[in-house]
Structures are given as structure tokens and as C-alpha cells.
């Protein structure tokens, strides 16, 4: 199982589609009430406009020519509309409120242009009545009427432009979205850091102060054997207690990015040397073997890292193996390092109980968790791992025990005087 970065957590990913919905039905809201107050204030402000058949409806005939009922005259001078009955020559043979500019005779192609378009720039409509035809006019300036025309190839050409809106549209949602996701992760994030920043440096004053008294305590020879024994398990758990402090530290940092990489030139079989080293200094007689195989080809290897880092992530895993070593058994530690490709491998190996289904769920996990107890070191050795753009996988081995590689990208040395100054 590999480890390679890290995705949004569950709560982000729903955030983030939450954000998607409320976006696009804000936008669909906003869209529906701008169209809304348009055909609000059309309806509003549109004129009661007569139409020549309602005006047909009310003319009758009568001796030696037509009546229109005093209603209709009415409504015509309230609209300030004017209207004409042409018979089928095309004369002007009943008019209302007719202007002086309009004539009474007509050809055939004056009313089909009159039918589309204007009369004397006055808007007319027209309603053909047995052989006759009735013209309504309107003031001037009051209506827009053209014919509108449109090739198909440009409507086609609008349908295309339609969709690309479309699409545009979601692409500006899913930008908002991001960017508020963004914003609200980033919200989260500080506080989580300034939070486990507070409570480290809350505790770290009286930490101080119980570690120096205990120190002082465990000197003094005005104690009780059984005085000292407890002073010890004392001295002991603020020890533990400030580790966790500094990798609750460590472990927000590198999460965030925050933790400032001090790159330099380091040589993995050095580094590897000096911890098993150390660890075999401190251990008792017959609690710990260290087996330790670099090959040539990896003796001249240098990875660009943070030299503590390194230090630390293999420290994590010495202290985990002894740990969890078998009870009543010597600790055994297989320390594995060769070159493949580009890539500088070390392989950590221990004889012990290995990681339970649990464990390698947690790390296989990229969900946030509350991790066990025994995770939070290997979970700083992951973070690590990953900061210096490597790659880690943890395995339990067929012999007994647990397994974790570690791939750094490597480099070669290039002459003698280069591997001194490493």
C-alpha cells in the first residue's frame, strides 16, 4: 500500500458540492427574478392597445355610411388611437379622429406595406372585413415595429454560443465553489494551527517547571526509595508528555506544509549508521540486534533532505519496533539500503508482532481519523516521508514482524572530494 499526498477530507468534498448546489441555485434564483421583474414592468407598462377588430365590433352600419358606439369612441380618444374603413378600391369610406396627414386613398401596394410596417410613421394594425379592410393607428413613436428576419445558418450559430454560455456558466459555479471551498479550508486550517499552537505552548511552561523539579527532586538524598521510584515514573511521563507535544506539533506542520524543509546534501548510509548506532549505545544487554546492509552502489547515494527529519522518521521506527517486539525476546532490526532507478530505498524490518489490520488501515487511510496510540509515529513518518516527495509502504513480513520502505529520490556521487564534503 502506497502513500502519494494527500486528498480532501470527506467533510471538504461535501462542503465543496454543498457549495456547487447553493452557487448554481443562487445563480438560477438570480436569473428567474431578473426575467421576472422584466415581464413584471412589461405587463405593467404595456398600453391597452385597440385592435381593429374590436373597432369592427362596434361600427355598425347606418344611413349613408357608419356608426361607432359612443364606448369605443371613447376608449379610441383615451388610447389617443385613430381609425379608418377602406373599401376595396382602397378609399378611406369611415374614419375616426383621422390626422391630417394621412390620405384617404390607397393602392394595393400601400397596404401591404402599411399591413408590415408604418403608415406616415404611425403604427397601424389592419383587420380585413367582408371586401373592406379596418386601419387602427397609434401615436407616432409609441410602438416598435419591424419585421425581424434571421438566417438559419445564424440561428444555428446563436445555439452554439447558447451552449458555450451554458458551459461557461457551470465553469464560473465550479470557480466559486473552489474558491469559497478554498477559503473555508484555509479558515479551518489556521484555526487547527493556532489552536494546537496555543495548547503547545500552554503546556510547555509547566512542563518545564515539573521536569526541572523532578530532576532536582531525583538528586536530593533526603528521598525514600519508594520516593525516588515514583519521582522517576514522574520524570519519565513529562518526558513522554512533552514527545507529544512536539509531535502534535511536527505533525500539524508538516500536514499544512508548514514545517520549513532545511534541505541539504545528506548521505542515507550515514545517517542510517549513526541511529542504529545509538540505539544499539542505549539498549541493554541482549534487547536489541541491529543488522545493518548497505550496497556499494548505495554507499555513494545523497538525498536532498532535512537532515533532523531524517533522523527523526528513522527514530520513529526504531521506537515502534521496540515496542511492539515479542515478549521475553531480543528486539532484532534489519536495516536494508540500495539504489533502483533513481530512487534511494530503505527497507525497516523487525522481528516483532507486526501491525494489526487496524494499523494498516489507518495508514493506508487518507480519511481523517483519531489514529491509535501506536500510529502517531509512524503517522510522522509518513508525513515525512511525503514532505521530501518520496514514497512509503508499510507491510507486515510472511516471516513475522512488520515491514516499512522508504524511497527518496537519490543522486550519485560524482568524484571523492564531493563524498568528503558530505
Given amino acids: 500500500m502506497r502513500m502519494y499526498g494527500k486528498l480532501p477530507g470527506i467533510r471538504s468534498i461535501l462542503y465543496f458540492a454543498a457549495t456547487v448546489m447553493a ?49 369605443m369612441k371613447e376608449r379610441l380618444q383615451r388610447q389617443n388611437q385613430w381609425a379608418m374603413l377602406l373599401d376595396e378600391e382602397g378609399k378611406a369610406v369611415w374614419s375616426f379622429d383621422k390626422p391630417e396627414d394621412v390620405e384617404d386613398v390607397y393602392s394595393r401596394s400601400d397596404i401591404a406595406r402599411m399591413s408590415r410596417w408604418y403608415l406616415k410613421d404611425y403604427p397601424v394594425y389592419l383587420r380585413v372585413w367582408d371586401d373592406c379592410i379596418m386601419v387602427v393607428g397609434q401615436p ?90 515514583q519521582m522517576a515514573v514522574v520524570r519519565h511521563q513529562s518526558i513522554v508528555m512533552k514527545e507529544l507535544v512536539e509531535d502534535l506539533n511536527l505533525t500539524s506542520r508538516l500536514e499544512y506544509s508548514m514545517q ?29 540486534e541491529v543488522e545493518v546492509e548497505v550496497t556499494a552502489q548505495a554507499e555513494r547515494l545523497w538525498v536532498s533532505a532535512d537532515r533532523k527529519l531524517l533522523v527523526r522518521a528513522l527514530r520513529n521506527l526504531f521506537h515502534n519496533s521496540l515496542q511492539h517486539s515479542q515478549p521475553e525476546e531480543t528486539a532484532v532490526i534489519w536495516l536494508r539500503m540500495w539504489k533502483e532507478g533513481r530512487w534511494c530505498c530503505i527497507s525497516f524490518a523487525d522481528n516483532g508482532v507486526g501491525y494489526s489490520p487496524e494499523v494498516l488501515r489507518q495508514l493506508q487511510s487518507r480519511r481523517k481519523k483519531r489514529a491509535a ?36 529520490r537519490a543522486y550519485e556521487l560524482k568524484s571523492r572530494e564531493n563524498e568528503k564534503k558530505i
Fill in 260 to 288: 520549513p524543509l532545511r534541505a541539504e546534501k545528506v548521505r542515507p548510509a550515514t545517517v542510517i549508521r549513526e541511529v542504529a548506532a545509538a540505539f544499539l549505545s542505549d539498549a541493554g544487554e541482549g534487547e536489541l
Fill in 140 to 229: 407616432k413613436h409609441t410602438v416598435w415595429k419591424y419585421s425581424v428576419e434571421f438566417p438559419e445558418s445564424w440561428i444555428k450559430a446563436v445555439k452554439r454560443v447558447i451552449v458555450w454560455m451554458i458551459l461557461l456558466d457551470f465553469l464560473w459555479i465550479l470557480g466559486l465553489a473552489f474558491f469559497f471551498t478554498r477559503h473555508w479550508s484555509k479558515s479551518r486550517e489556521q484555526a487547527r494551527i493556532e489552536w494546537v499552537s496555543g495548547i503547545s505552548h500552554d503546556i510547555r511552561t509547566p512542563l518545564s517547571m515539573v521536569m526541572g523539579y523532578s530532576d532536582e527532586l531525583l538528586g536530593s538524598e533526603n528521598l525514600t526509595p519508594r520516593e525516588r521510584q
Fill in 23 to 71: 452557487t448554481a441555485w443562487l445563480m438560477i434564483a438570480l436569473n428567474v427574478i431578473f426575467f421576472g421583474v422584466i415581464l413584471y414592468w412589461y405587463i405593467q407598462y404595456q398600453p391597452d392597445f385597440i385592435s381593429g377588430g374590436e373597432v369592427m365590433e362596434a361600427l355598425t352600419p347606418a344611413e349613408g355610411g357608419y356608426e361607432l358606439g359612443s364606448d
Fill in 373 to 408: 496510540a501506536n500510529i502517531r509515529g509512524l503517522g510522522i513518518v509518513c508525513k515525512i516521508a511525503l514532505a521530501h516527495g518520496g514514497k512509503i509502504r508499510f507491510e507486515n513480513r510472511r516471516e513475522g514482524g512488520s515491514l516499512c520502505e522508504i524511497r527518496l
